[in-house]
């Protein structure tokens, strides 16, 4: 679950990381009261995406007065941000991050992140911090630090040392910089994060460190443990059908392809769409419907992929084991029956109960048609939709 800048800022100032003063605006006339309640200028006006790249797309502005503020403000608010990470359409902007400026002498780079190869937390950190870090990595990878943190062990002095050492921190900033990292380390840990990146990280002209943006991705499989961060979710930046799969307990994610399809099992689903792929078609979503799934989730996950619009055809690929063929078969008929079938739809089963799945699909009357193996379906859903 990914949250705002100006939600994240306020999570850092529970845990003592620096980030400037800054508050949300949802109109222009409230964008003003804050500017004007901050008491200087320059302020920033921050368009609030859960994407990144707002600076490029033109959705992080520099204001000198109030006049500006407005004018910015009224700019941002219900524009349509496009940056690299919110692909050609964009993203509604409906709120704003004011903050006051920052004398700047270096922007520097820090993220945390797991690393499921080593199971570690992975301190990421470069000197050149800012826009063009992607630009970084690609071309000059060596300038990019990376430390392990055992989790079991917690973060150690000789690596908050190894940070400050390789971003060239002076040694008036160290100490500073030390607790920042500490204390951003345990946030990581105690909010279930897989994600919190400072781009830029700023080096002041007083020598202070402090968090100029805020970046937190949070593990939705560990927000049990966390029902105040629940709250924090913002339905509006998150795909509306991908919204309506989590209340299913579906595992949904929609992306750009004409084929819908349904799998039990996250590994199944991505060979699924790896071989829809090599076929010559491109699935139009990820589907989990898991192991086991009842007969209610099933029809709800056929539901959901025929409302996209998007998709021409429809692949099911099951292997029956926790959630058996006949109850599968089930959910699929009562779904059918609901909404209509429009589209060819390509089904592949094998495991616990097979025949009576087979004998139930067969009976409902519904245009199926049957593939012997997972490639004979990936055949045939292609020759649907081209």
Known sequence: MKIHEYQAKELFRQYQVPVPEGRPAFSVEEAV????????????????????????????????????????????LGMTLVTHQTGPAGRLVKKLFIEAGQQIEKELYLSLLMDRATATVVIMASRDGGMDIEEVAAKTPERIIKIHVDPLMGIQGYQ????????????????????????????????????????????????????LDAKVDFDSNALFRHKDLLALRDLDEEDPMEVEASKYDLNYINLDGNV??????????????DIIKKAGATP?????????????????????????????????????????CDIFAKGVVESAKKT????????????????????????STLNLTSASDLSDA???????VN
């Open 284 to 324: 139009a979503n990820f589907m989990d419907v898991g192991g086991g799934a009842s007969s209610e989730q099933v029809e709800n996950a056929f539901r959901i992929i025929l409302a996209d619009k998007k998709v021409k055809a429809v692949l099911i690929n099951i292997f029956g084991g926790i959630l058996r």
């Open 160 to 211: 908050l040392r190894r940070a400050g050492f390789g971003l060239e921190l002076p040694p008036a900033a160290m100490k500073a910089f030390s607790s920042l990292l500490t204390n951003l380390y345990k946030f990581f840990v105690a909010n279930d994060c897989s994600l919190v990146e400072i781009n830029p990280l700023i080096l002041t002209s007083d020598q202070q460190v402090m968090a």
């Open 340 to 363: 209509g079938i429009t589209v060819p739809v390509v089904v592949r089963m094998e495991g616990t109960n097979v025949e009576e799945g087979r004998r139930i699909l067969a009976d």
């Open 378 to 384: 990936a055949q045939k859903i292609a020759a649907a």
């Open 33 to 76: 009261d804050t500017a004007k309640a901050m008491g200087g200028f320059p302020v920033v006006v921050k368009a609030q995406i859960h994407a990144g790249g707002r600076g490029k797309g033109g959705g992080v502005k520099l204001a000198h007065s109030l006049e500006e503020v407005q004018d910015l403000a009224g700019q941002m």
């Open 260 to 273: 819908g399809n349904i799998v039990n099992g996250a590994g199944l689903a991505m060979a699924t769409m």
